[in-house]
């Protein structure tokens, strides 16, 4: 149990760090923005499917998800 949730830490810190190179932001930026906008949540919860897809296709997932919930970025 243990082991997976350090596995996914260690998986949204990383997609954190995407995301912010992504949309030219510093990784603080990116939290914040993330965390607003529940992608955190998002990755959290569909951890299972997500970490299957590239970073890629998970920051452009994530950027969809964020813009429905209000977020500016596209």
Same mark, same amino acid.
């Given at each position: 149990m243990e082991t997976l949730l350090n596995d996914k830490i260690a998986y949204i810190i990383a997609v954190?760090?995407?995301f912010a190179s992504a949309h030219s932001?510093?990784?603080a930026q990116a939290y914040r923005y993330l965390d607003? =906008?529940?992608g955190i949540e998002f990755v959290e919860?569909? *951890?299972g499917v997500e970490h299957t897809f590239? =970073?890629?296709d998970v920051v452009e997932d994530l950027t969809e *998800?964020?813009?429905r919930q209000?977020?500016?970025l596209v």
């Amino acid at each position: 149990m243990e082991t997976l949730l350090n596995d996914k830490i260690a998986y949204i810190i990383a997609v954190i760090s995407e995301f912010a190179s992504a949309h030219s932001l510093n990784p603080a930026q990116a939290y914040r923005y993330l965390d607003r =906008f529940k992608g955190i949540e998002f990755v959290e919860r569909f *951890y299972g499917v997500e970490h299957t897809f590239s =970073f890629d296709d998970v920051v452009e997932d994530l950027t969809e *998800y964020c813009h429905r919930q209000g977020g500016a970025l596209v």
